[in-house]
């Protein structure tokens, strides 16, 4: 199943406990009803109906329509597996368009605001268009929920509602339709909760909060990898010079305390600065060996046009 699914049938859950408890106020359940029946593709006297993939939602619309005609809606599925759920009754539709302040000869689709009694009927008409014309992305691949609209001017009145709770989605035409749109977790997050999908919301949080812990995992395992790269160079390079030392002068040309740190690095090419400056008679920082064996570079460094020179 996938996420924008298990989202709708939250939001099915939501409805149906909702009312059944007596948790929805009626004009709730009205605003909730006209949210799926006006943001279904067809929603006019010549048909209303509803096209989904979620068997849930065909039945949802179905028992919305016997509630307010007495006859449940016609429910067919297709042989690609997605059901469509009509009300094949002209007086039925007329009933319907009726109920919510249409006539169904509208020239252009309109939001009917009267439809919205009180503050809290915003989240119900809200839920009931996104199981009408509604989808999610999988928030593991990235964050995106949208609405496809049909009617330019319901997308605007769309719009302008959602912006009414301080919320900023962006709107683009696609192939005939209108998609308003969220591309941010927190945009997502609010609106989920808003329309009542809490524990939706709440997954997305957990897995925006595992997503940044392995990416800082990620980092921290990157960046220890290339200091580990960058100090496996350098003793190697230590350890070439100061075997350059020993070919040429022998390591007793070293003064003592440059000999021990060379002896130290030559039978332990494992050791870490820190496990060096442990390992000395007289331990010191690590500062401190690193000063030591880059003052064993710099003398390799001078010995070399000198053994030039002898070999000439």
């Given at each position: 199943?996938?996420?924008a699914?298990?989202?709708?049938?939250?939001?099915?859950?939501?409805?149906r406990?909702?009312?059944?408890?007596g948790?929805?106020r009626?004009?709730?359940?009205?605003?909730?009803?006209y949210g799926?029946?006006l943001?279904?593709?067809?929603?006019?006297?010549s048909e209303?109906?509803?096209?989904?993939?979620?068997?849930?939602?065909?039945?949802?619309?179905s028992?919305f329509?016997?509630s307010i005609t007495?006859?449940?809606?016609?429910i067919?599925?297709?042989?690609?597996?997605?059901?469509k759920?009509?009300?094949?009754?002209?007086?039925?539709?007329k009933?319907?368009?009726?109920?919510?302040?249409?006539?169904?000869?509208?020239?252009?689709?309109r939001?009917?605001?009267a439809?919205?009694?009180?503050?809290?009927?915003?989240?119900?008409?809200?839920?009931g268009?996104?199981?009408?014309?509604?989808t999610?992305?999988?928030?593991?691949?990235?964050?995106?929920?949208e609405?496809?609209i049909?009617?330019?001017v319901?997308?605007?009145?769309?719009?302008?509602?959602?912006?009414?709770?301080?919320?900023?989605?962006k709107?683009?035409?696609?192939?005939g339709?209108?998609?308003?749109y969220?591309?941010?977790?927190?945009s997502?997050?609010?609106?989920l909760?808003l329309?009542?999908?809490?524990?939706?919301?709440?997954?997305?949080?957990?897995?925006?909060m595992?997503?940044?812990?392995?990416n800082?995992?990620?980092?921290?395992?990157?960046?220890e990898?290339?200091?580990s790269g960058?100090?496996?160079?350098?003793?190697?390079?230590?350890?070439?010079a100061?075997?350059?030392?020993?070919s040429?002068?022998?390591?007793?040309?070293?003064?003592?305390?440059?000999?021990?740190?060379?002896k130290?690095?030559?039978?332990?090419?494992?050791?870490?600065?820190?496990?060096?400056?442990?390992?000395?008679?007289?331990?010191?920082?690590?500062?401190g060996?690193?000063?030591?064996?880059?003052k064993?570079l710099?003398i390799?460094?001078?010995?070399?046009?000198?053994?030039?020179e002898?070999?000439?």
């Open positions: 199943m996938s996420f699914s298990e989202v709708k049938n939250e939001l099915i859950k939501v409805s406990e909702g009312y059944k408890t948790h929805m009626e004009c709730c359940l009205h605003a909730e009803m799926l029946f943001f279904c593709r067809s929603f006019n006297q209303i109906s509803i096209k989904t993939e979620n068997e849930n939602i065909a039945k949802l619309f028992d329509v016997k007495g006859t449940p809606a016609n067919e599925k297709s042989s690609a597996g997605k059901y759920a009509s009300v094949k009754s002209l007086q039925d539709r009933k319907i368009l009726s109920k919510f302040g249409h006539t169904g000869n509208e020239i252009t689709k939001l009917n605001r439809n919205l009694d009180d503050d809290c009927c915003m989240s119900a008409l809200l839920r268009a996104f199981m009408s014309c509604g999610l992305t999988d928030p593991n691949k990235d964050y995106h929920l609405f496809v049909s009617h330019k319901l997308s605007d009145d769309l719009m302008k509602l959602i912006s009414e709770v301080e919320l900023s989605p709107v683009v035409p696609r192939k339709s209108y998609v308003i969220f591309k941010d977790s927190e997502v997050e609010d609106i909760t329309m009542g999908a809490t524990e939706s919301s709440l997954e997305i949080m957990g897995m925006k595992y997503k940044d812990m392995r800082r995992v990620n980092r921290r395992m990157n960046f990898n290339a200091n960058r100090a496996f160079d350098a003793a190697y390079k230590q350890i070439e100061i075997r350059f030392i020993e040429v002068r022998g390591l007793g040309y070293l003064p003592e305390e440059l000999r021990e740190v060379a130290l690095r030559m039978e332990n090419e494992d050791y870490t600065l820190k496990d060096i400056a442990d390992n000395l008679r007289d331990p010191i920082s690590k500062s060996v690193n000063h030591r064996l880059q064993i710099s390799a460094e001078s010995l070399q046009p000198l053994e030039k002898e070999e000439e």
